[in-house]
C-alpha cells in the first residue's frame, strides 16, 4: 500500500519566486550589458536628450528576464549611475544625471519596464498585444521624461514634447520592432541553456 504522505521525488519545486544563482547571473549579466550599451549614446542638435539604446536593452531584457527581474535588473543599474559610475548616455554618472533634463526618462524607464513585462509575459504568443503593450509603456516613459524635462528647462508641456519625444519616435518604433523580433528568439536560446 502506497503512503499517500511521500511525495513524488521527480516533481520539480517552484523556483520562480526563488532567488537562484542562475537567476542572479542573468539579473547581472543584463545590467552589465545594460552599463555597457547605454552610455553609447548620439546627441542631437534639438535636444538635450540624446538616442541611446537603454530602452532597447530594457525591451528586450523583459524577454530574458521578466518583468519583476529585468525591473530590479535596471533599478541596480540606476543606482550604479547615481553612485557615480558612468553608465548613463553620454558615459556620465552621478546624482545630477538623475536630477538633469534627462532624469525623468530614466525614472519613467522603471515603469516602461514593467508594464512592457506584464504585456510580454502574459500575452507571449500575441505579437499585436505586446507591441501594443510596449507602445503604452513607451508613452508611460514619455510621459515621465516630458514633464521632467519641461519642469527642468522651463518649457511647457507641448514645447518639452517637441523636442523630448518627437525626434525619437521612428528610432523607438524600430526598437520596439526589434524586441520584439530578437526578445522571443533570446528566452528561446536561454531556455535550451537551461
Do not use: H
Amino acid at each position: 500500500m502506497k503512503n499517500s504522505t511521500t511525495t513524488n521525488i521527480t516533481e520539480k519545486p517552484n523556483t520562480s519566486n526563488r532567488l537562484t544563482t542562475q537567476r542572479l547571473v542573468l539579473i547581472a549579466l543584463v545590467t552589465a550589458i545594460t552599463c555597457i550599451l547605454a552610455p553609447l549614446s548620439i546627441p542631437i542638435p534639438v535636444s538635450p536628450v540624446p538616442i541611446s539604446l537603454t530602452n532597447l536593452v530594457l525591451l528586450i531584457s523583459v524577454y530574458v528576464l521578466g518583468w519583476k527581474d529585468a525591473a530590479v535588473s535596471y533599478i541596480v543599474y540606476l543606482l550604479l549611475g547615481a553612485a557615480g559610475l558612468p553608465v548613463f548616455s553620454g558615459f556620465a554618472g552621478g546624482p545630477a544625471k538623475i536630477a538633469g533634463p534627462t532624469g525623468g526618462y530614466l525614472l519613467g524607464f522603471i515603469f516602461m519596464t514593467i508594464l512592457a513585462g506584464i504585456f510580454v509575459e502574459r500575452f507571449l504568443e500575441n505579437r499585436f498585444l505586446i507591441v501594443t503593450g510596449m507602445i503604452l509603456a513607451t508613452v508611460i516613459a514619455y510621459i515621465f521624461g516630458t514633464a521632467w524635462l519641461a519642469f527642468q528647462m522651463d518649457l511647457s508641456f507641448t514645447a518639452a514634447l517637441s523636442i523630448g519625444v518627437l525626434p525619437y519616435l521612428p528610432g523607438d518604433t524600430a526598437k520596439i520592432v526589434l524586441a520584439v523580433l530578437t526578445g522571443p528568439v533570446l528566452k528561446s536560446r536561454l531556455k535550451n541553456i537551461r
